[in-house]
């Protein structure tokens, strides 16, 4: 299994980004799919997940970000608006077969993980 970030880039606050993962090697609409992210020096931490419907938030993104998936093209997308310079991090898509509802905010629950991208936001 192999997932591919791309998207990433320098921006400015208030600006929009969209991030898009492809996935091979899995039938991938089978598989629940995420995002998470990690600032320097700080720890990983969740930004959002799809299963099989059931959309979940961090608190930090709700009403900004928005998760989407195209299973004909394999490609789960993050939409991110009203970029903040707090959301700088390294994006890292996720995906999993089994992952209980109750534990998806945690990252050890993710099987297959992406290899990130960088997103920089300025004030």
């Known amino acids: 299994v192999q997932l591919q970030a791309s998207g990433g880039g320098l921006v400015q606050a208030g600006d929009s980004l969209r991030l898009s993962c492809v996935a091979s090697g899995l039938t991938f609409s089978r598989y629940a799919v995420g995002w998470f992210r990690q600032a320097p020096g700080k720890e990983r931490e969740f930004v959002a997940a799809?299963?099989?419907?059931?959309?979940h938030y961090a608190g930090s993104v709700k009403g900004r970000f928005t998760i989407s998936r195209e299973n004909a093209k394999n490609t789960v997308y993050l939409q991110m608006n009203n970029l903040k310079p707090e959301d700088t991090a390294t994006y890292y898509c996720?995906?999993?077969?089994?992952?209980?509802?109750?534990?998806?905010?945690?990252?050890?629950?993710?099987?297959?993980w992406g290899q990130g991208t960088k997103v920089t936001v300025s004030s």
């Open positions: 996720v995906a999993d077969r089994s992952v209980i509802t109750g534990a998806l905010r945690q990252s050890g629950s993710w099987d297959y």
């Open positions: 799809l299963k099989f419907g059931d959309i």
